[in-house]
């Protein structure tokens, strides 16, 4: 199981978190501290796997943001290193080209398609098509939304309540 | 609320982002933070506001809650949004309160009815958004809400939810297995569902399950191996082919079940041979997932009934694990090597020289990883180099959860396969004057009795050369200052049980020592005790044997001092020690036997010493005692404590809705006929008597009527939070509020296409190529692949350190290029971001390395990408932006420099020549311009960077 999936940039900047198992905020923070302090200081040949506090951190580096997956003891970290290759592939074919930017903007869009990937903390979806057409689903009927509010629709409805 | 550049977000939500993307330290950033929680504050509560901004305020809650920050004054307001009806806001409103809420926080009971509602919903998005909000927010007390509904939508029509079904069911399961338990064949049955994604989700549960209890599911072997063998003969749609390997996560799941059910089984093992050795012999070793699915075959073989053909092939693969240059693999290949050796031994002796290699590794996690396999193969030849090793180790690390995970292993591994009692006390003593205060209390009581009880044997001599042995080394060390309290305990105890033993050390020798010891550790009341005990048995034994004996000064000025301490503990003990002072050698020889530690003290618990006194207060008329359980009238107070709560169900909460109030006025009733099925409350025959016999205003209040269960009511929640229309007439509201989703999501498909049409408004040529640079280094040029395969021969340059990256850059290309695992053949179906997803150094100094890309860029050896390409330009239209980007810059730099990276590996020498500027000086130009017109100051956040562009 997962844990927790962090993104952190290679300055140690958050760029998203988001917890599978109960962390009280203060805990997040000192999660984040250390976790960031153990990976980004790490050099680029070694194994992109870390022991800690009785769990296991697969981390790996696109560019400057480091993905982060906190997982048990008994998980394969290779598979992990793939579900995290996974979720950037389908952020990269959402986006059309992902970078970190798209991400520093979009952070709730990146919490929506990893909410399609992963949910409580195990991989649901492990094929990109119904991921990208999950997401574009709804994100149709949310541009839709976007409209709504200067939509003749809208007033019919208004007027009609 | 004018939506600015392509993000969908105010101005004031941009530039908050940007300017913690700006701050240049934490502190900063929470003083900027501070600053964005006082004015939601103030906003959030305004009333009246739309709802749009609304969602605005929510997502900037997300961040400062990203952020680490403390966004509770704001939760309420995302669970109101997920009473709203537009699925945007909805949506979002549940995603806030994901991330906010931990399952047991309060606001939770608010959501539930929302879920419930949601979860009825014809509109399989909204369904599906709830699904999501159930597996984090539904708790134990609220699963019989939704447990009905979640169970029915396993039937959905649309996969996806069905999926997000079989995900709540098992997230409910894990929370309370109580309450899904008959629910369970839900799973079984999902297993072979027509989809490969609900299939594929459904392994999660049942592996689940199977790690509880293996039985009732070995009838399920047959299938599982058959799903495993037609995923592996490409049955599946080709979208669930990953890096054009057949649905890898399947199959490793599917391995993981095998494991599980094969285990210590031999008719279901057999099953599954054929199938493994056929992955195993298909599977890519180029791949990281091949690696992967190879990875979990071999766990899969070392769990279930070994078979020799097997073990064989995965010998071999952890051979190839461990020879391969990559360190993830090396790592996988120790795991590995850790499970085998628990069938076959032998395995590990093959690879010796790879396991050293691994042991001397500069990666922690790898030697971690390998003390670890060492753990497992200690035996008593090796012993002494394994632990010796783990001890240095030990010491070498700070990290206390490891330091004291790894003492705990060298006492285990000592006291197991000890060579002799002189090592044993030697390595102890090391273990405990490193990590003493790590280590388990348990661990130095473990080594007290130890050295009391001997090894076992009856063999007096060796037990008591072990003691002396002890006693010896604990007298050379006692001296240290900076001995851990659980060791100075142990020595302590030692000395004053063993001290005189061997009559090798006098009285007085070791009584001065202890009291050094309790001197030098005033504060420790803990070591103080012992050492007044172990002196009094000192003097004991002293007195017992008819030697003369005479209190020591310090002994009899730390008496007084100990008689007058403020812990009872210690004073008792002196004033014992006194008492026992003026007693004469045959007492003391009955208080304090020699070498007793061992023997058992016998108590009788009907305590007949103390009859008499008995007696003689009843005598006086003293009260008869009357044992605990046997009084009555006084509140049993140990069962009130123990009672569950959840145990009974007549106090639970009610999540149903209620019935529809009889209507007072008889007007009202047809609206309760053309009620929507939303608010059809789920029949629960024990509240409808109560319902019935209660006056009905009651049933309109949610006061419980008198029910004889009290419950809460969360319908009438919703007045407060939902629509104002809610409160008035709630049946006519929701039906309106219905018509008018449906006719939101109907009509307003068609607004998508000007809505699309209206985004990009300014030129972005120069902020293109910047994304196309992010682009190219996030995912990789096209040129990356093969380069990196001619840079692989390069791998002399690799030894270059990281402190003389930035005096020679020229040679950290190479650094990088090897740094890069084996390259994975073209398997992404991402077009140019073919394998360029891997790590890279994160030494390199990026702004030397950009002052390397405008070479390559003038040499024209790289391809570099800052070439606008027509089709990269097309897909950065879309996502347009006005400019901010470039405010961006301190985080595209690393971006753009680790492209950089990837073209100027193939080729260090070329980075020697001088730096002129090439084709690439007005794009540097461009942006600096661009910077500038945004305001950012250059020099704020690397001077380099932009005098360099500027030439």
Not at chain 1, 8 to 21: A, E
Not at chain 2, 665 to 673: D, G
Request: with cysteine.
């Amino acid at each position: 199981m997962i844990h927790f999936v962090l993104l952190i940039s290679r300055q140690g900047k958050v760029r998203l978190t988001k917890w599978y198992s109960p962390y009280s905020q203060k805990e997040r923070s000192k999660v984040i501290r250390e976790l960031s302090g153990m990976i980004l200081t790490r050099g680029p040949k070694l194994c992109n796997f870390v022991e800690w506090r009785g769990f296991k951190v697969v981390y790996k580096r696109y560019a400057s943001l480091y993905f982060c997956m906190c997982i048990n003891q008994e998980d394969n970290e290779l598979e992990v290193l793939e579900i995290i290759h996974h979720y950037v592939e389908i952020l990269d074919r959402y986006f059309g080209s992902v970078c970190e930017l798209d991400l520093i903007f979009n952070f709730h869009k990146a919490y929506y398609i990893l909410d399609e990937v992963l949910i409580a903390g195990e991989l649901q979806e492990s094929s990109k098509k119904t991921v990208a057409r999950l997401v574009a689903a709804q994100d149709s009927l949310v541009e839709a939304a976007k409209e709504e509010a200067a939509s003749i629709s809208n007033i019919i409805a208004q007027a009609t309540k | 609320m004018g939506s600015q550049g392509g993000f969908g977000q105010s101005k004031e939500f941009l530039d908050l982002v940007k300017s913690i993307g700006e701050a240049r330290s934490k502190s900063e950033e929470d003083r900027i933070v501070l600053h964005e929680i006082e004015t939601l504050k103030r906003r959030i509560n305004e009333p009246d506001i739309p709802k749009r901004k609304m969602k605005e305020y929510i997502i900037r809650l997300v961040y400062i809650e990203m952020l680490g920050h403390d966004a509770s004054f704001g939760y309420i307001h995302a669970v109101k949004m997920t009473h709203d009806d537009s699925l945007l806001l909805k949506r979002t409103g549940y995603l806030a309160v994901t991330l906010f809420l931990n399952e047991d926080h309060d606001l939770i009971i608010l959501i539930v009815n929302t879920i419930q509602k949601d979860l009825k919903s014809d509109n399989f998005l909204v369904v599906c958004a709830a699904l999501n909000a159930c597996c984090k927010l539904i708790n134990e007390e609220t699963i019989p809400a939704v447990i009905q509904q979640v169970v029915e939508l396993l039937g959905h029509q649309k996969e996806a939810v069905r999926k997000k079904a079989v995900m709540a069911l098992h997230s409910f399961h894990q929370r309370s297995s109580s309450s899904v338990n008959h629910l369970i064949s839900n799973f079984r049955k999902k297993l072979s569902d027509n989809d490969p994604g609900v299939m594929g989700a459904t392994l999660c549960p049942l592996y689940d399950l199977i790690v509880i209890d293996v039985n009732p599911y070995k009838d399920l072997v047959a299938s599982f191996v058959n799903i495993l063998k037609q995923v592996a003969e490409r049955r599946l749609p080709k979208t669930y082919d990953y890096h054009q390997t057949p649905a890898p996560f399947i199959q490793i799941k599917l391995l993981k079940i095998m494991a599980l059910l094969g285990s210590g089984d031999k008719k279901s093992s057999e099953q599954m041979y054929t199938v493994i050795g056929d992955i195993m012999r298909k599977s890519d070793t180029a791949s990281n997932i091949g690696n992967a699915i190879l990875f979990e075959c071999i766990c899969c073989i070392s769990s279930i009934q070994p078979s020799p053909k097997l073990l064989e092939t995965a010998a071999d693969a952890i051979a190839k694990f461990l020879k391969s240059d990559s360190h993830n693999l090396k790592y996988m290949g120790i795991d590995a090597l850790g499970r085998l050796i628990r069938i076959n031994p032998d395995i590990a002796e093959q690879h010796q020289l790879a396991v050293i290699d691994c042991l001397e590794d500069p990666d922690d996690t790898l030697k971690r990883k390998t003390f670890e396999l060492l753990y497992k193969m200690t035996k008593s030849s090796n012993v002494e180099v394994i632990v010796d090793r783990m001890i240095d180790y030990m010491i070498s690390i700070n990290d206390s959860h490891y330091k004291t995970e790894t003492a705990s292993r060298c006492v285990e591994l000592a006291e197991q396969f000890a060579p002799s009692n002189h090592w044993f006390i030697q390595t102890m003593n090391k273990v405990f004057q490193h990590a003493g205060d790590l280590v388990n209390p348990k661990v130095a009581h473990n080594l007290m009795r130890l050295i009391a009880e001997g090894f076992g044997e009856d063999d007096d001599a060796a037990d008591s050369q072990l003691r002396s042995s002890a006693v010896e080394s604990y007298l050379k060390i006692v001296d240290d200052p900076k001995l851990p309290s659980a060791f100075l305990q142990v020595i302590c105890w030692v000395l004053g049980e063993y001290g005189t033993a061997d009559g090798k050390y006098s009285a007085s020798y070791i009584s001065g020592k202890l009291c050094d010891v309790a001197e030098a550790h005033s504060s420790d009341d803990i070591i103080r005790a012992y050492a007044v005990t172990a002196l009094m048995k000192v003097y004991c034994f002293e007195k017992a044997a008819g030697r003369k004996t005479s209190l020591l000064p310090e002994c009899q000025s730390l008496l007084e001092e100990l008689s007058a301490s403020h812990s009872s503990d210690l004073q008792q003990r002196a004033y014992e020690f006194r008492a026992i002072l003026d007693l004469d050698a045959n007492a003391v020889e009955n208080i304090m036997p020699l070498d007793a530690s061992c023997e058992d003290i016998e108590i009788d618990k009907s305590l007949p010493f103390l009859d008499n006194y008995v007696h003689k207060s009843l005598e006086q008329g003293a009260e008869p005692y009357i044992p605990e359980n046997e009084r009555s009238g006084t509140l049993n107070i140990s069962n009130i404590i123990n009672r569950n709560p959840y145990e009974h169900p007549a106090h639970s909460l009610r999540f149903e809705a209620y019935e529809v109030p009889k209507p007072v006025v008889p007007t009202k009733l047809t609206p309760a006929v053309t009620y929507p099925t939303d608010l059809v409350p789920v029949p629960e025959p024990s509240y409808q008597p109560t319902l019935s016999s209660g006056p009905i205003s009651d049933a309109g209040s949610g006061s419980g009527s008198g029910s004889t269960e009290l419950r809460l009511r969360l319908d009438g929640v919703q007045k407060k939070w939902g629509k104002p229309a809610y409160s008035s007439a709630a049946a006519s509201s929701t039906s309106t509020i219905d018509s008018q989703r449906t006719t939101d999501n109907g009509a307003t498909q068609s607004d998508n296409v000007t809505s699309k049409s209206r985004e990009p408004r300014q030129p972005h040529v120069e902020v293109s190529e910047e994304k196309q640079k992010l682009a190219a280094s996030l995912f990789g040029g096209r040129t990356a692949r093969p380069e990196r395969k001619q840079s692989g021969s390069a791998a002399g340059h690799s030894k270059v350190s990281r402190t003389t990256n930035h005096v020679e850059d020229k040679a950290q290309p190479t650094t990088v290029a090897t740094a890069v695992q084996p390259p994975p053949p073209d398997l992404l179906d991402l077009g140019e971001s073919s394998g360029a997803v891997s790590s890279y150094s994160s030494s390199v100094d990026p702004f030397k390395q950009l002052e390397g890309l405008l070479d390559l860029s003038q040499d024209g050896h790289a391809v570099t990408t800052t070439s606008t390409g027509p089709d990269l330009m097309s897909l950065y239209s879309g996502a347009s932006t006005n400019g901010q980007n470039q405010n961006q810059n301190q985080n595209l730099n690393p971006l753009i420099n680790e492209k950089d990276n990837m073209n100027g590996a193939p080729n260090p020498s070329n980075r020697t020549a001088s730096l002129t500027k090439g084709p690439s000086l007005k794009d540097a130009l461009d942006k600096d311009a661009l910077v500038r017109q945004m305001g950012v100051n250059p020099t704020s956040q690397n001077p380099n960077l932009f005098s360099d562009l500027l030439g």
